[in-house]
Nanobody, 120 residues
Framework: QVNLVESGGRVVQAGDSLTLTCDAN????????IGWFRQAPGKDREFVAA??????VYEDSVKGRFTLSRDNDKNAVHLRMNNVIPEDTAIYYC???????????????WGQGTLVTVSS
């Protein structure tokens, strides 16, 4: 079983950059597909990006601005967020699963979330 902890959320201004990190303990993240999701105030949780062993996928609104990468030495996954906009304001969650099918759903392990607030 893997335990996930997100960090890096903070208040930033539109156009700024920040990096969210998903740290794991209990198992190695290399065995898992990792997804990032977000939930804005008053909205449903939505898919942001995911990485498996063979591919990385992004939701259209973050494509070209966000980059997902693995840090195997630190057993972590980073979500680099560039040129953020107010619509990126949300609680960001990382999630893990042990298959690479349909990276937008089916995750069984979740972190507690980290808050990103983008001011205009």
């Amino acid at each position: 079983q893997v335990n996930l902890v997100e960090s890096g959320g903070r208040v930033v201004q539109a156009g700024d950059s920040l990096t969210l990190t998903c740290d794991a303990n209990g198992d190695t993240l290399r065995r898992y597909s990792i997804g990032w999701f977000r939930q804005a105030p008053g909205k449903d949780r939505e898919f942001v990006a995911a990485i498996s062993w063979i591919t990385t996928v992004y939701e259209d609104s973050v494509k070209g601005r966000f980059t997902l990468s693995r840090d195997n030495d630190k057993n972590a996954v980073h979500l680099r967020m560039n040129n953020v906009i107010p619509e990126d304001t949300a609680i960001y969650y990382c999630a893990a699963k042990q298959d690479s099918y349909d990276l937008r759903s089916g995750y069984g392990y979740w972190g507690q979330g980290t808050l990103v607030t983008v001011s205009s």
